[in-house]
């Protein structure tokens, strides 16, 4: 697609209920990332993703949190037993296949907007 | 790893004067330096970035930033504010190491509030 696609683009969900977040990355893209973005923080990196594999998952707050990326396209971000403190945005984006140094800019999507009640 | 502070998360200015919004880096290689602008609701757009080419680097609505080595620095700067540059900034940097592929670190962001 055009741009970064996540949907839903808000979410209200019951405390304990899992949910499930998806992203779209811009055709072609490689590097996929989660990012976390609760109200009046700054980004709080989740995981990337290089392809289906995730070098880098350090950002998962607890084991609730889970992600995966199949076909080196779509990624599933999920929160099992959600709690009050998930509610944030959630914020996917994605970047060109990535050689060492390059500096590659990463393109973000409009967010899902999670309330947990 | 690689880190961004953002000094002053709330800066205020009034329209037609100049915005300074600051961002200090760590970094133990040449780093890649980028800047985001937010409006309410939206997701992060780029507003331009420094990949060890010019130190200053113009990006788009005006904006530029010049990257310092010895000051670890890439402050962002408009000489002139407009009602619609009232957005949320985020600076950040970017970790090309062989291991980690490209990650990215970012600040905990900046409000800009234009005076009428």
């Known amino acids: 697609g055009a741009g970064v696609s996540q949907s839903p683009s808000n979410k209200v969900t019951e405390k304990g209920k899992d949910v499930e977040l998806r992203c779209d990355p811009i055709?072609?893209?490689?590097?996929l990332y989660w990012y976390r973005q609760s109200l009046g923080q700054g980004l709080e990196f989740l995981i990337y993703f290089q392809g289906n594999s995730a070098p880098d998952k350090s950002g998962l707050p607890s084991d609730r949190f889970s992600a995966e990326r199949t076909g080196g396209s779509v990624s599933t971000l999920t929160i099992q037993r959600t709690q009050q403190e998930d509610s944030a945005v959630y914020l996917c984006?994605?970047?060109?296949?990535?050689?060492?140094?390059?500096?590659?800019?990463?393109?973000f999507g409009e967010g899902s907007w999670l309330t947990v009640v | 790893a690689q880190s961004v502070t953002q000094l002053g998360s709330h800066v205020s200015v009034s329209e037609g004067a100049l915005v300074l919004l600051r961002c200090n880096y760590s970094s133990s290689v040449p780093p890649y330096l980028f800047w985001y602008v937010q409006y309410p609701n939206q997701g992060l757009q780029l507003l331009l970035k420094?990949?060890?080419?010019?130190?200053l680097v113009k990006g788009i609505n005006g904006f530029e930033a010049e990257f310092k080595k010895s000051e670890t620095s890439f402050h962002l700067t408009k000489p002139s504010a407009h009602m619609s540059d009232a957005a949320e900034y985020f600076c950040a940097v970017s970790d090309a190491g062989p291991n980690t592929g490209n990650q990215f670190y970012f600040g905990t962001g900046t409000s800009l509030t234009v005076i009428p």
């Open positions: 055709s072609g893209h490689t590097a």
């Open positions: 984006a994605s970047s060109p296949s990535p050689p060492v140094y390059s500096g590659n800019t990463i393109y």
């Open positions: 420094y990949t060890s080419a010019a130190t």
